[in-house]
C-alpha cells in the first residue's frame, strides 16, 4: 500500500484514539506530593530548559498552569517537584522518563490522560513515548514524533 493509501487507516486509527483518550480529568493514578514549597513554577525551570519551555508553551500542556494545585502545572505536572533539582543542578532529582520502566510513564500521562495503547501495544513495552513527546514533536495538534505515516511505520508495515 502506497503512502497515500495509509492515510486514511492510519488517521482513522489516530481519531479512534483522540476520541478513546480524554485530556485534564481528575488524577486517580498518582499521589503527589503536596508541600507547596518543594515546587518553583515553569519560570524557574525555563531559565536552565528555554528550549523545553518554548517547546512545552507551544503545546495544549500550556493549559497545565491554569489548575489550581501546583503539583498539577507546567513542567512539574510531570517531572514532579522541582525545588531540589533547581537548587542542586541534580538530574536525578526530578522525574526523568529516559531511564523510567514503561509502568511509570504511562502512570505519569494518565494523570492527566486516558489512554488506550490496546494489548498488543502494552505487551511490546510501549508507552505514550513511542509515539508523542512533550518537547521533541513535530507536529503540535498531537504532539507527535513525527508524521503519522512516520509514526505507525516505524512498528506497523502496510
Not at 513495552?125 to 504532539?143: D, E, F, G, N, P
Request: hydrophobic share 35%; with cysteine.
Amino acid at each position: 500500500m502506497s503512502a497515500s493509501g495509509l492515510k486514511r487507516p492510519l488517521s482513522l486509527a489516530v481519531l479512534f484514539v483522540l476520541l478513546a483518550s480524554r485530556a485534564w480529568p481528575q488524577f486517580p493514578n498518582q499521589s503527589p506530593d503536596t508541600d507547596a514549597s518543594k515546587y518553583v513554577g515553569v519560570e524557574v525551570c525555563q531559565g536552565c530548559h528555554e528550549d523545553s519551555y518554548k517547546s512545552f508553551t507551544a503545546s495544549a500542556h500550556l493549559k497545565t498552569l491554569k489548575r489550581q494545585k501546583v503539583s498539577e502545572q507546567g513542567c512539574e505536572g510531570c517531572h514532579g517537584p522541582g525545588a531540589e533539582h533547581a537548587e542542586a543542578g541534580d538530574p536525578d532529582k526530578i522525574r526523568r522518563f529516559s531511564s523510567a520502566s514503561p509502568e511509570a510513564i504511562r502512570a505519569t500521562c494518565t494523570a492527566c490522560h486516558e489512554a488506550i495503547l490496546g494489548v498488543a501495544h502494552t505487551k511490546a513495552r510501549l508507552t505514550c513515548l513511542t509515539c508523542h513527546s512533550a518537547h521533541h514533536y513535530q507536529q503540535v495538534k498531537s504532539i507527535l514524533v513525527g508524521s503519522q505515516v512516520q509514526v505507525c511505520t516505524r512498528c506497523h508495515k502496510f
